[in-house]
């Protein structure tokens, strides 16, 4: 097996070489052969993968940095328990965090880029909160299987973890503005608790570019920034792209559809007025879990094994350096991008 490489996108000739050898052996296992060489389609500084044509069609492989190596053990989990919502993989390294998986399809930004559509927005959004409803009986499970745990109880502590670390360069007016927060923030926080919706997994980066769309539908892929959580905290990242993608006021119906739209899977559970109310309280409290989220992909960056597979220290930007910081402070600012009713 050969690989292509570029100046921007070596890795480590060792851990290449395992990678190599690792990829060749799963293939094996099915009865399929490369037919071409490895490509290294995007090296960043959390996560790695790579391209290769095969017997049975294009195959993919994805690391992630060790603290976001949960995403194989997740997929393969997902696969078992909403097969027609991801796509299976081929083989999963649970240790390494390794994945190999067969071509997904077209992606749903890529097949309306010319013409963004919120009919196929509100399709992704219905569908994701099936997957989430299926999902969420084995939130335990996924604790099990590394997922990190940010539950509405647990994300009071998770704030001042972030407050209390010197790696979230944050202005001291807006540290001041978050620790005078800490007490309400405690209050969503538990308001959130009690709404009577069942935790489960919390995509984090939910949005057109991260969903395959085939002949039986909709599949969710990029799980490495995963979490267990209020469900609805899906909808910060979601909705702030849907609204960038159709050129949609935040605050205006458009967007309410969507909001709605996710929500019709979860009106079993509660009225519509109570899972508003809870959109917003999650919407806020998500906050922090997306500066968790940057604070462990950036964490992992740091370790020895994943530079190894760089072949050097990662390059981090500087707007990924800062993004735990500007995560945090956008809990300050109040709420005008909230859907109306």
Not at 48 to 64: C, D, M, Y
Not at 80 to 90: D, S, T
Request: proline share 9%.
């Amino acid at each position: 097996m050969t690989v292509a490489t570029s100046a921007e996108d070596r890795l480590g000739a060792e851990w290449r070489a395992e990678c190599d050898a690792w990829i060749t052996d799963r293939l094996a296992e099915r009865g399929i052969t490369g037919t071409g060489p490895v490509h290294n389609v995007r090296v960043r500084a959390w996560s790695i993968v790579r391209r290769l044509e095969t017997s049975a069609g294009r195959t993919w492989f994805k690391a992630n940095v060790p603290s976001n190596g949960f995403e194989a053990a997740v997929i393969e989990a997902l696969a078992a328990w909403v097969p027609e919502l991801v796509v299976p993989p081929l083989a999963v390294d649970r240790d390494r965090g390794w994945l190999l998986g067969p071509d997904g399809g077209p992606i749903l930004r890529e097949m309306t880029a010319e013409r963004p559509d919120p009919v196929r927005w509100a399709e992704l959004l219905r569908t994701y909160a099936a997957l989430q409803r299926a999902v969420a009986p084995h939130a335990d499970r996924l604790v099990r299987l590394g997922v990190p745990d940010l539950r509405p109880a647990r994300m009071p502590a998770a704030l001042a973890g972030l407050l209390a670390d010197p790696a979230v360069r944050l202005a001291e007016p807006h540290r001041a503005a978050l620790v005078a927060l800490l007490p309400e923030y405690d209050r969503w926080c538990a308001d959130l608790a009690g709404d009577g919706l069942p935790a489960s997994i919390q995509h984090d980066d939910l949005h057109d570019g991260n969903v395959f769309v085939g002949p039986t539908g909709m599949r969710f892929f990029d799980w490495g920034d995963a979490g267990l959580a209020h469900p609805f905290g899906s909808l910060l990242v979601a909705l702030n792209v849907a609204a960038d993608q159709l050129g949609a006021d935040p605050a205006g119906p458009e967007l309410s559809r969507l909001r709605d739209a996710y929500l019709e899977p979860w009106t079993d559970l509660r009225d519509r007025a109570d899972l508003r109310h809870s959109v917003r309280l999650a919407l806020r409290v998500a906050k922090v879990g997306r500066a968790v989220s940057w604070q462990r992909a950036l964490r992992g960056a740091t370790a020895p094994d994943w530079q190894r597979a760089l072949g050097g220290p990662a390059l981090i930007a500087p707007e990924h350096t800062t993004a735990p910081a500007a995560w945090l402070e956008t809990l300050t600012e109040p709420d005008p991008d909230q859907p109306a009713n």
